[in-house]
């Protein structure tokens, strides 16, 4: 199992999918491995059935967070003990991840290298966990969000400008914190994303108010910093995704808002329905494969948002009847 997890590996690296992705396979599969060892004494993928796989589902459901790790050094690192939700229930979100990576697994053994004559994912149904309607922050959260940033450092004006860019433009944090100024079109006001997630380029697109915000920070930027990217660290650096998070985490707490990256990424895909934008443009600016995937992702509207766009497209409110 083990030289087949390092195949597989090889195969992912070489289809050039993001290191999340490759993380999150590599992660799983040793896991899986590590299970299939200490309950059934299996470390041939020939012999894992569809029966060893659903008894680990149960055992997922079981165990608690952070109770097993591949890495026994990372304990000493990250310390999962301390955590607050140290051995909690493990949501359905997770353990269908955890399901879908072990069937790409098996699935390129069967289909692809064909190491195995029978596939024991084939008849495991896949978990469809319920989702949770994402919280659509108000003006006012927004701003009080912003207002905890010290726009007079360097760190922080950084930090205040790539919150209002992704409220903005709707981009990932990793293809916001690889820009570099060259792909900037501000007389289209227009940046081109070089490498996203589907490793296929777009353009997103930004405001008046965004252009005048990046013109100003980038002749900031040029006067502190000699860096290629345009949201460095002070050193230089790429700044990296898990140190914005913790900064704006950290502004949420201050001001009673819960807030992450990918939720100003859904924020401006509601906002930019709620405002009158269609399905089709959105799907091209967030990157999608296809509307399908933008409207499975973003149809979570409250009654209240329906309400609010129903106003604003009402017949009798715009027709002078």
Not at 219 to 226: G, I, K, P
Not at 251 to 266: C, E, M, S, T, Y
Not at 270 to 284: A, C, P, Q
Request: aromatic fraction near 12%; charge should be positive.
């Amino acid at each position: 199992m083990e030289l087949q997890m390092d195949n597989f590996m090889l195969y992912c690296t070489s289809k050039h999918l993001s290191e999340k992705t490759l993380k999150s396979y590599e992660q799983t599969l040793r896991l899986f491995a590590m299970y299939m060892e200490e309950q059934f004494q299996i470390n041939e993928v020939s012999k894992v059935k569809s029966a060893h796989i659903r008894h680990y589902i149960k055992y997922l459901r079981e165990r608690g967070k952070y109770s097993v790790t591949g890495n026994q050094a990372s304990l000493l690192v990250n310390h999962p003990d301390q955590r607050k939700d140290y051995k909690k229930d493990i949501g359905d979100t997770t353990i269908a991840n955890y399901l879908r990576n072990i069937k790409v697994f098996f699935n390129y053994l069967y289909d692809v290298e064909r190491e195995i004559k029978t596939n024991p994912v084939e008849s495991i149904a896949p978990i469809k966990p319920k989702r949770k309607q994402k919280a659509l922050l108000t003006s006012d959260e927004i701003v009080k969000v912003l207002r905890q940033f010290d726009i007079t450092t360097f760190h922080g004006y950084r930090n205040w400008i790539v919150t209002r860019l992704l409220l903005d433009t709707g981009i990932r944090i990793s293809e916001c914190l690889a820009l570099i100024p060259k792909v900037i079109d501000f007389k289209n006001k227009a940046i081109l994303i070089e490498n996203p997630k589907n490793n296929q380029q777009r353009y997103v697109y930004f405001s008046f108010k965004m252009s005048s915000d990046l013109k100003r920070w980038l002749q900031y930027h040029d006067r502190f910093s000699s860096s290629d990217f345009i949201f460095p660290t002070i050193r230089g650096t790429q700044l990296q995704i898990r140190n914005f998070e913790k900064s704006l985490r950290d502004a949420g707490k201050n001001v009673g808002v819960n807030i992450h990256p990918h939720q100003l990424r859904n924020n401006f895909a509601k906002y930019y329905l709620l405002n009158g934008g269609d399905w089709f443009s959105l799907s091209r600016i967030l990157g999608h494969s296809s509307v399908e995937v933008t409207q499975k992702a973003y149809l979570d509207f409250t009654d209240k948002e329906i309400g609010a766009k129903y106003q604003k497209h009402s017949p009798l409110n715009n027709l002078k009847l």
